[in-house]
């Protein structure tokens, strides 16, 4: 059973910095492709970032690429997202979501087990 618990959400300013952890079980993150996606209130889920198997391939949506930096501790079963220069547009649920594929997809039914999410609220 994989299971994905996010944390690290919270009410900033624009400008902030936020890190969001992802702590893995059930499945060792180094040998699959993991994302981060988020969902606004009204809005479809949007691939935010995803990293790939082994070589630690990164793919970033365009309106994060600069700001957002997502890494991970393979020893630990960590996931992170670094989230810097945060605009009240970032605000969202935040996921983390693994499949079953070395390689990384931008479409979220692509991925089969997700967290629960923790919210990210950005004020102007």
């Known amino acids: 059973q994989v299971q994905l618990v996010e944390s690290g959400g919270g009410l900033v300013q624009a400008g902030d910095s936020l890190r969001l952890s992802c702590a893995a079980s059930?499945?060792?993150?180094?040998?699959?492709?993991m994302g981060w996606f988020r969902q606004a209130p009204g809005k479809e889920r949007e691939f935010v970032v995803a990293?790939?198997?082994?070589?630690?391939?990164?793919y970033y949506a365009d309106s994060v690429k600069g700001r957002f930096t997502i890494s991970r501790d393979n020893f630990k079963n960590m996931l992170y997202l670094q989230m810097n220069s945060l605009k009240p547009e970032d605000t969202a649920v935040y996921y983390c979501?693994?499949?079953?594929?070395?390689?990384?997809?931008?479409?979220?039914?692509?991925?089969?087990?997700w967290g629960q999410g923790t919210q990210v609220t950005v004020s102007s």
């Open positions: 059930g499945r060792t993150i180094s040998s699959y492709a």
């Open positions: 979501a693994t499949r079953a594929s070395k390689f990384y997809s931008s479409q979220w039914h692509a991925y089969d087990y």
């Open positions: 990293i790939t198997l082994s070589d630690s391939s990164t």
